[in-house]
């Protein structure tokens, strides 16, 4: 999608994928990394989504990249955060202890600012990203993850002719096609979560399924 497309929708808080609680998968799934207390953790395209304060309080710090400055100034404000302001090349840069959010276009964000990352963690980046910017998004995050380095992978499939993303529909096919070029794949679990989406119910979408992946970069 094109930045406007996203300006707009939090100019407009027209905010669906924004979730009130932190993800059950995380919650599930974030142990299973075995990540020491103190590693960074990597969140792309990580509007304010309050999962980083799930990894904050797992003692992990959060590095962050959003596009909307307003969604990088609520997730301060609306949790009473006070943060300091300063800039690296293109991207805004917002700090508090724990985390660090880089606001700006995560295709220009700069490697060496996740080259100590331990972890990352993608709910609705992936899949917000339609066919022809999805690869591309992939190569971006491949450069941005370090050899060895895992995280959690959260995407939703559904017969994408029923509705006009995003989210985007991502299977496992394409998953397996254009992600272990990268990554080793592990599917967690995907369970069918239709009856808690009331959009999906209401354009008559007949599946939809909720994929856990844990992803860890090749050499
Ligand atoms: C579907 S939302 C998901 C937000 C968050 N991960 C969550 O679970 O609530 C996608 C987010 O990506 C941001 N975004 C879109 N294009 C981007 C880009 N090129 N660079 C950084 N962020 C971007 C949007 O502003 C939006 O907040």
Known sequence: MEPSFWHEKW????????????????????????LPENSEVFVPLCGKSLDMFYLAEQRHTVLGCELSLVAVKD??????????????????????????????????LPSQLTSS????????????WPEEMRQQYVHTLAALVPADVSGLLITLDYPQETLKGPPFAVSPTWIE????????????????????????????????????YKLTRKS
């Open 117 to 128: 990352i331990s972890g990352f963690y993608d709910r609705a980046a992936l899949i917000a």
């Open 75 to 108: 997730f301060f404000t609306d949790n009473d955060i006070v943060y300091q302001e300063s800039r690296i090349n293109d991207h805004a840069v917002f700090s508090a202890e724990q985390v660090t959010l880089y606001q700006g276009d995560i295709f220009t």
């Open 177 to 212: 096609t254009y992600l272990t070029a990268y990554f080793t794949v592990e599917l967690l679990e995907c369970a069918d979560v239709l009856a808690d989406n009331s959009r999906f119910v209401y354009k008559q979408v007949p599946w939809l399924n909720e994929a856990v």
């Open 11 to 34: 100019q407009l808080q027209q905010i669906g994928f924004h979730l009130n609680q932190v993800n059950p998968f995380l919650v599930k799934y974030w142990p299973h990394l075995g």
